[in-house]
């Protein structure tokens, strides 16, 4: 019995080697190489053996090895036929098969046709874009030429439009790659000077969904007064509107670059110059698009503002104020200023001279002389959170201390509240 057993063992064994090799000795690999007496263009010959390969598989896959060669000088003209008979441009010269272990490489030689395109030159339409924006698109389109070159030169004339599915794949794979926001179509021509043919291709690229509709301009500034911007923003508003109907996702990505366009035309007007102004532009991409444009000075700090108080003794002269403030930057942290502060109800102003300081981050201290009230005035502010600030005031020679903590409700508007030695009282400040 032992016997008998090992020697079913050693029968299970062979039977499953034998097996193994037969299922091994099939063609289970079908792979092809298309070549050409001259120039092939790489996206066609990728294309060509894309198609033998194809044939091939239905020809040779699971057929037994080694092969019959009569039975395999059958698979090459049947190949040769097949093929010769789709292909516009070329002749098949030679169609060989060659066998490595299981895999077969069937190897075609093709012989093209006469006339054949040497040259490509691409014209490129963007349409639905301002001319302001033509320079960005067209610099990702900078190598969309290789595309067509991949796919058309040393192409022979006649299979131009054998090529046309093969490059409209590429072009797409290309936009998505370079240019998501956009569709493009094209159309190929041949033209022929000097007997040298060149391929004319005529791309046109138009904007996708969804685009910017509507834009919202804000315009401000910390160092000249808000009114001063108004003269400019005609200007700025037909600058931004040329951004309506472009593709939102090209305005992010481009984000950047069309920022500093939009800051140009604003930095270079006389008086920005003068006053050595700078913008910085934050857009916000979107349908219902948002420009935010701060213009400050390097240089000086003016500023415009009012207040009226509520819930204040009227013995006070100073409930209602207009402040004027010209303050010209010696150091990124120090600052020689002249302040005019006019008081409607007494027919009255004040001007005086000072100094402002930063002396730690947030944190600012100033002393001026007041020449109408003969009087030094300490004031200290510290901006504890964004829009929030305290203040203190100190008149040292009558001896008047003021404290307030302010909130900014936007940028034009300011609320304070206001407490000094006698009384405390609300105080609503406006920003010009």
Known sequence: MATLSKLLITLAVLLTLTTSTNAAARIDVVESKVTSETSLPPMVKERMEESV?????????????????????????????????????????????????????????????????????????????????????????????????????????????????????????????????????????IKNESNVSTAVVDLTVYPKLPVVRTISLSMRSDTIPNVALVTHRTLMED?????????????????????????????????????????????????????????????????????????????ATDDVLFRMHIGRKISNLDETFFQIDIKPQEVKWNWSLGYSRSIFKNTSAALRYDFTDEDIIADLEYEFFKDWLLRYEHKLNNDRKEAAVRYKLHDFLGVEYVIDQRESWLRFIGNF
């Open 53 to 189: 390969a194809a044939i091939g598989r239905q020809l040779l896959l699971g057929r037994p090895l080694p092969v019959d060669e009569d039975w395999n000088d059958r698979q090459e003209s049947t190949i040769h036929l097949v093929f010769d008979k789709i292909l516009v441009g070329y002749t098949v010269k030679q169609v060989n098969i060659q066998y490595y272990g299981t895999e077969a490489i069937v190897n075609v030689k093709l012989l093209p046709w006469t006339d054949t395109i040497q040259n490509i030159q691409v014209n490129t339409n963007i349409e639905g874009m301002p001319k302001e924006l033509e320079g960005l698109v067209a610099n990702d389109l900078i190598t969309v030429a290789e595309v067509f070159s991949d796919g058309l030169k040393g192409l022979p004339i006649a299979a131009t439009d054998w090529t046309n599915g093969i490059l409209k794949r590429r072009l797409n794979k290309f936009m998505e790659e370079s240019l998501p926001e956009f569709k493009a179509d094209f159309d190929v021509k």
């Open 239 to 315: 600058k931004v509107n040329v951004l309506i109907g472009v593709p939102v996702a090209f305005i992010e990505r481009h984000k950047a670059d069309i920022e500093t366009m939009l800051a140009k035309p604003l930095d270079e007007q006389t008086d920005f110059r003068v006053l050595k102004i700078k913008s910085n532009v934050t857009l916000t991409a979107s349908e219902q698009m948002g420009v935010m444009i701060r213009s400050d000075s390097s240089r000086y700090r003016m500023r415009a503002s009012g207040w009226v108080d509520i819930g204040r003794d009227e013995r």
